[in-house]
């Protein structure tokens, strides 16, 4: 009987390992999304730096061509001056083409300024160029990692399942079937539990010391009194912890 309690054991570990890889590979999808987030996030700061480039240098251009009125406007003025016969006349173009010129310094510090932001966002992208490019080949290095785990998990899934299959072919019909009861009827669907220090572990409830020695005996196959687990005895605890998680 100590034959089939180790069994149980054995297809305890197989089935946690099996909830476990397949939780594991569940979660690819939300990690990779999360890894395409950051990415986007990062794409979405690069194109805010190109929109601010751009932005300045429509701007300047902008400012480029009020200057070139502006000055025409400042020569119109000159000529004017020059004809002119009368004070009001000599006064007014005096007038207009200091207008003329206080305008076109006022443009020019704005394309200064455009220019200087420019410069600015374009040392930007230029600074951050490798890092995206970076982030790029690292998005795909980690994407194409899932891809390998997946498969990998996949497999040992398939030889978890075979060895849960020899496992349950092998033990006494009535035990398999005890076992595939009480790991459906379970939440975590751990149906085994180790009796220690007098309780079962698993909920905790006191075991009676008869039961605490016959699990220590292993002859026959003993469940919990409360949760219903399987009890089993691990002597100086070194069989291998079941659903540990
Ligand atoms: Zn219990």
Same mark, same amino acid.
């Given at each position: 009987?100590?034959?089939?309690? =180790? ?7 197989? /089935? ?83 207008? =003329? ?7 020019? %510090? ?13 040392? /930007? ?21 899932? /891809? ?8 040992? *899934? ?9 496992? %349950? ?5 009535? %035990? ?9 009827? *379970? ?26 020695? /016959? ?14 687990? *399987?009890?089993?005895? =691990? ?11």
């Amino acid at each position: 009987m100590k034959a089939v309690l =180790a069994q149980l054991i054995a297809l305890q570990n197989a /089935d946690t390992n099996i909830r476990r890889l397949q939780a594991e590979i569940e979660s690819i999808p939300e990690r990779r999304a999360e890894i395409e987030k950051e990415f986007d996030q990062r794409a979405f700061e690069i194109r805010a730096l190109e929109e601010l480039r751009d932005n300045a240098r429509h701007e300047r251009s902008r400012l480029e061509a009020e200057i070139f009125e502006q000055k025409q406007r400042a020569e119109r003025a000159d000529r004017n001056l020059m004809a002119a016969k009368k004070p009001d006349e000599y006064t007014a173009a005096i007038r207009e083409a200091d207008a =003329a010129r206080k305008q076109i310094s006022t443009f020019e %510090t704005q394309v200064l300024e455009q220019m200087e932001i420019a410069e600015q966002a374009e040392k /930007d992208l230029a600074e951050r160029a490798p890092e995206v490019e970076k982030l790029g080949t690292d998005m795909e290095a980690r994407f194409k990692a899932f /891809d390998e785990q997946v498969r990998t998990q996949q497999q040992q *899934i398939a030889s978890a399942r075979e060895e849960r299959e020899r496992l %349950t072919n092998e033990l006494p019909k009535t %035990t398999s079937a005890l076992y595939k009861r009480i790991a459906a009827r *379970i939440r975590d669907g751990v149906a085994m539990a180790e009796a220690r220090n007098g309780a079962c572990t698993a909920c905790h409830m006191s075991l009676r010391p008869q039961i605490m020695a /016959d699990v220590r005996r292993g002859a026959e196959v003993i469940t919990c009194d409360n949760c219903n687990r *399987i009890l089993y005895y =691990a002597p100086a605890n070194t069989a291998q912890p079941v659903g540990a998680s």
